[in-house]
């Protein structure tokens, strides 16, 4: 009789225990089987006599194993049944480890020695766990789709020159060896700056995310990031299909370069990144072939600079020698007439020389400068082309680096323009020579060197046998005239002729 006046049954733990089993039987059992879903977390002993023991963990966000468990139950799989849901896993790429997400097949059960309940796991629904993990992913897509950040990172442009790399991987990784490996820094000056993160486990939800956050406020330090892992089994890939993961890549303000897994990969990290690489030696090498490219594009611009500049130089040239010739041509023809006319007219003629002279010395000035302005156009053109390049370079960070390719296009700029102004100084000397020779030939300059021109009504006489004695002939010196009667003529013999008159 109890204090109230009731009577109530006492049990003994064991039977109470055996009656809580006998209640949870109701619930399952090894012929009908509750599913049951939830996240695997393993238990400080995982293994005992072979058999698998762990707990099924509920979490606030159904899709990611964050933060604390809103519930656990214990669970175990024995020897006999674990080797059959291993490989049942297998056939579809996964592995029984930490953060997997699967639907368990099983039945509650009280272990009387120490009263703790726990599901019995007897199978596994392949198909289910399948298609929460496919689903999941569509899910994430799309949620990020909607909020406008999914392609974000895809939008970034690449620098023309990308040396500066952050390499976000694990410490000590095969994909870190592989892709330092894989780089041609011998060849190019890549800078690498190591961020070491978790690439498996549930810590992956949180190292990825922050260390990209971290290199958001040094965006300007970094062309590049290279997030790279490489293989191995579907749940470690599976946590870049995680929220964390893929929201950090997608929302990064640098360009994102993702080296996961393989090219049978499929998670959610490669279709928000701003590229996607079968593995850490493809990125490696792709970022060799980019700046490979860049290097013939400036090899090429080079060429083209001394092109121009040695076309402009050969058109000033065959420009200068046609107005040279038709110069000389002019001169000589000019001289001839010059001989052939009446002595009373030379001054005249000179005056017309002197006039014609003038003129070709303009025009040979007129010349020069359009040349001189038309080989500076090109050579303008061809600098503010490289300029543009060194412009672009200077905008991506990269100028220092590729300096010495700058200084070799600067040369070559400088050395034909050299040449050309070479050339030019050279065609106007030459015309310089020939304006003298014309000028020499002035007959001005020949009376003022001390000789007369001898005139007989206004005709000039060029030879002694054109006189008589008692003839009047006057003669011409430079500040005036003379008259003279001839008295005495004098013929030099000829070679061969001893005659004299």
């Keep these: 009789m109890s204090p109230t006046g009731q009577t109530r049954n006492t049990y003994r733990v064991g039977d109470l225990i055996d009656l809580a089993k006998a209640r949870l039987s109701e619930l399952g059992d090894s012929r009908a089987p509750l599913m049951v879903e939830g996240f695997v ?3 400080a002993n995982t293994a005992r006599y072979d058999h698998k023991y762990f707990s099924l963990c509920q979490y606030s966000d159904p899709n990611l194993p964050v933060g604390k468990p809103l519930a656990k139950l214990e669970a175990v799989i024995f020897a006999n049944r674990f080797a059959v849901i291993s490989s049942q896993l297998r056939q579809i790429s996964m592995n029984f480890t930490p953060d997997l997400r699967a639907v368990f097949l099983g039945y509650l059960e009280i272990y009387k020695p120490t009263g703790k309940l726990q599901l019995v796991v007897v199978g596994i629904d392949i198909e289910r766990t399948k298609q929460i993990t496919e689903g999941a992913k569509d899910i994430l897509r799309a949620k990020l789709k909607a909020e406008g950040v999914f392609d974000l990172n895809r939008q970034l442009r690449v620098p023309l020159v990308p040396l500066r790399i952050a390499l976000v991987t694990s410490r000590g990784s ?29 810590n992956v939800s949180f190292s990825v995310p922050d260390a990209l956050a971290k290199l958001n406020e040094r965006a300007a330090e970094f062309d590049l990031v290279v997030l790279a892992r490489g293989g191995g089994d579907h749940v470690d890939l599976a946590n870049f299909s995680l929220e964390g993961p893929v929201r950090a890549v997608a929302t990064c303000n640098i360009p994102v370069w993702a080296a996961i897994g393989h090219s049978t990969d499929d998670v959610l990290v490669n279709e928000v990144a701003n590229r996607s690489l079968s593995n850490p030696n493809d990125a490696a090498s792709e970022l060799n072939s980019v700046v490979s ?55 005249e003629l000179k005056m017309a020389m002197k006039g014609r002279l003038d ?50 296009v600067v040369s070559v700029r400088d050395r034909v323009r050299a040449a050309a102004l070479g050339t030019l100084g050279m065609s106007g000397s030459r015309l310089n020579v020939l304006e003298s020779r014309i000028e020499g030939l002035d007959p001005a300059h020949v009376l003022a060197s ?25 003669a011409r010196f430079v500040d005036g005239l003379a008259e003279a009667t001839i008295d005495t003529i004098m013929v030099e013999p000829a070679r061969g002729d001893g005659t004299e008159q």
């Design 359 to 408: 003129r070709h010395r303009a025009e040979i000035t007129e010349v020069g400068g359009q040349l001189r302005a038309s080989a500076r156009i090109r050579l303008m053109r061809a600098r503010y082309s490289t300029e543009a390049l060194a412009s672009a370079l200077d905008r991506s960070g990269t100028g220092e680096t590729l300096a010495r390719g700058m200084a070799a």
């Design 450 to 474: 001390g000789y007369a021109m001898v005139l007989q009504d206004g005709k000039r006489i060029t030879s002694a046998v054109e006189l008589s004695i008692g003839e009047t002939v006057q």
């Design 174 to 202: 095969a994909a870190e060896s592989d892709f330092m490996t894989k780089l041609a820094t011998d060849r190019y000056k890549f800078r690498v700056t190591r961020v070491y993160v978790n690439t498996s486990g549930q």
């Design 41 to 43: 977390s393993f238990n």
């Design 293 to 347: 490219a860049f290097e013939r594009i400036l090899a090429d611009r080079a060429n083209e600079l001394a092109s121009v500049a040695q076309r402009a130089m050969d058109v000033g040239a065959a420009r200068f020698e046609r107005v040279r010739s038709v110069l000389y041509s002019s001169a000589s023809h000019r001289l001839a007439d010059f001989r052939a006319v009446p002595a009373d007219l030379g001054w």
